[in-house]
C-alpha cells in the first residue's frame, strides 16, 4: 500500500502555494513534478562528476561516462530489453519518433508502400511520419477511433495489407486516456511480418511496461513524465531493424572513422547519439526509475486507477458533464467538457482556485476534429495525488460551473 503522505514529501514543488491556496497539481500527463533525489541527482553530477563523456580518458569522463552507461542499464531493465545496445537516448518522445521517422523510412520506406498510426495519436507520432511521407511517397492509413474513444480493431485488421511496412501506435491516449491493446495489435501485425512501434509517452509512467514480453519492435517515452528531468527520453528499438536503418543526426561519437571520401559509422547505440549527449539528464532518469521502482510500478498502477475511478465516479455527479473518452480499459487521465463552459474558460478559473488542468486540443488535432470539439479539459493524475484534490476538482468545477 502506497503512502501518500510520505511520498509527497518527496517532490518539494508539491508543497507550495499558488495564488495563495494550495497547489493541486492535475497536469501529470504534460509533465510530472521531481522528487528530491531526482534534483540531488543533477546537482551532484554537476558538482562532483562532471565531465563529457565517452571522450576523455581522465579520472573524471570516465566516472561520468560508467555513470550514464550504468543508466542506460536501468531502462533496459526497466522496459525488459535485451541489450543496452537497443536503448537509444534521445531528447524525450518526440525526438525518439523523429528519429525512428527518419532513419525508418530511408531504411524501408518507398513509394508505393503504407504505414498505419491511429486517429487517437499524439501530433509526434503524425507530423514526423507526415515529413517522411513527403519525401518518400508513402502513404500513411489512420485506424479509426469509436464514439467509447478506442480503436476499431475491425478497421484495423481491414487495413493490414502487403503494402503495409510498419505500424506505429500510441499505448495510451494522452487525451481519452484508453489503453490500446498494444499486445493484440503487435500480434496481428506481426503475423504480417510488420514491426511496430509504440508511443509509450503515457504508459511507462504508469503501467509495467516489458518491452520484449509486447513483442514491441520500437518503443519511445520521455523522462520528463517519468519524474525524471526534461530533455531526455528513449528510443528502443529491436537490433535487428536498427542495425539496418542509417543514422539520424551526424558528427561527433556516432562515427568509428571519418575521412573526406568516406565515414564509417558507429555501432548501437552509440552510432544514434551525434554529439555531447545529456549524461546528466540519463543520470538522472536513472535515478527516477530506482524511485518508481521503489515504490513499485504494480502499485502505482493500482492506486492510480483507484484514483482514477474515483474521479470519475465523483465528476461524474456534476450536471452537465460530459467525459471524453469513456474506455473501459484506461490510465490516469480524464478529459471533459461542462455544458457549454469553453475549455479554457474552465482551466483558468481552476488556476485561479490553485488547480492546474490542462486545456486545449493537447497535441491531438485529428482527434479533436474526430470528436467534433475544439479542446477539452484534462485532469491527470500521478501517485502522488490524493482523493482531496479530486474533491478540490470536484468543488472547483462546481464552483466555476455557478458562474456560468
Ligand atoms: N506522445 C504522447 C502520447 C504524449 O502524451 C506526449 C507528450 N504530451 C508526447 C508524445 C510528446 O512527448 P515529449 O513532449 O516529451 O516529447
Not at 511520498?7 to 495563495?20: Q, S, T, W
Not at 497536469?27 to 551532484?44: F, G, L, R, Y
Not at 474513444?149 to 505500424?167: Q, S, W, Y
Not at 467534433?372 to 484534490?389: C, D, L, Q, W
Request: charged share 20%; net charge negative; proline share 5%.
Amino acid at each position: 500500500m502506497i503512502s501518500i503522505e510520505r511520498i509527497r514529501k518527496d517532490f518539494p514543488i508539491l508543497g507550495r502555494e499558488v495564488y495563495g491556496k494550495p497547489l493541486v497539481y492535475l497536469d501529470n500527463a504534460a509533465t510530472t513534478q521531481k522528487p528530491q533525489c531526482v534534483i540531488d541527482a543533477i546537482s551532484e553530477a554537476y558538482c562532483n562528476e562532471n565531465a563529457n563523456v565517452h571522450r576523455g580518458i581522465h579520472f573524471l569522463s570516465q566516472q561520468a561516462t560508467d555513470m550514464m552507461e550504468a543508466a542506460r542499464e536501468k531502462v533496459r531493465q526497466f522496459i525488459g530489453a535485451g541489450s543496452t545496445e537497443e536503448i537509444i537516448f534521445t531528447r524525450g518522445t518526440t525526438e525518439s519518433m523523429n528519429l525512428l521517422a527518419s532513419s525508418f523510412a530511408a531504411a524501408f520506406l518507398k513509394e508505393g508502400d503504407e504505414i498505419i498510426i491511429s486517429g487517437m495519436e499524439h501530433h509526434s507520432n503524425i507530423v514526423p511520419w507526415q515529413i517522411q511521407a513527403q519525401r518518400y511517397g508513402f502513404k500513411i492509413r489512420i485506424i479509426p477511433v469509436t464514439d467509447l474513444g478506442e480503436l476499431d480493431m475491425d478497421a484495423f485488421r481491414a487495413l493490414l495489407n502487403p503494402k503495409t511496412k510498419l505500424v506505429s501506435i500510441t499505448h495510451v491516449s494522452n487525451v481519452l486516456g484508453t489503453v490500446n491493446p498494444v499486445s493484440g495489435i503487435i500480434g496481428l501485425a506481426h503475423s504480417h511480418g510488420i514491426p511496430v512501434a509504440v508511443d509509450g509517452a503515457q504508459s511507462v509512467p504508469h503501467i509495467k511496461v516489458n518491452v520484449q514480453e509486447l513483442g514491441a519492435d520500437f518503443y519511445a517515452f520521455s523522462g520528463h513524465k517519468i519524474y525524471g528531468p526534461t530533455g531526455i527520453g528513449v528510443l528502443y528499438g529491436r537490433k535487428e531493424l536498427m542495425e539496418k536503418m542509417p543514422p539520424y543526426q551526424g558528427g561527433g561519437e556516432m562515427i568509428k572513422r571519418v575521412t573526406f571520401e568516406k565515414t564509417t559509422y558507429n555501432e548501437l547505440p552509440y552510432r544514434f547519439e551525434a554529439g555531447t549527449p545529456d549524461y546528466v539528464g540519463s543520470i538522472a532518469l536513472g535515478t527516477a526509475l530506482d524511485y518508481v521502482q521503489e515504490i513499485g510500478m504494480e502499485q502505482i498502477a493500482a492506486y492510480e486507477k483507484e484514483l482514477c475511478a474515483y474521479a470519475l465516479s465523483l465528476l461524474g455527479e456534476i450536471p452537465g458533464m460530459r467525459f471524453i473518452g469513456n474506455a473501459p480499459e484506461r490510465s490516469a487521465v480524464i478529459s471533459f467538457l461542462v455544458g457549454n463552459i469553453h475549455p479554457s474558460d474552465m482551466g483558468t478559473l481552476l488556476d485561479r482556485l490553485g488547480i492546474a488542468v490542462r486545456t486545449g486540443h493537447h497535441c491531438a488535432e485529428p482527434l479533436m476534429d474526430r470528436m467534433g470539439i475544439p479542446g477539452t479539459v484534462r485532469a491527470s493524475f500521478s501517485f502522488y495525488n490524493t482523493k482531496a484534490e479530486i474533491d478540490a476538482l470536484k468543488a472547483g468545477i462546481e464552483r466555476v460551473r455557478a458562474m456560468f
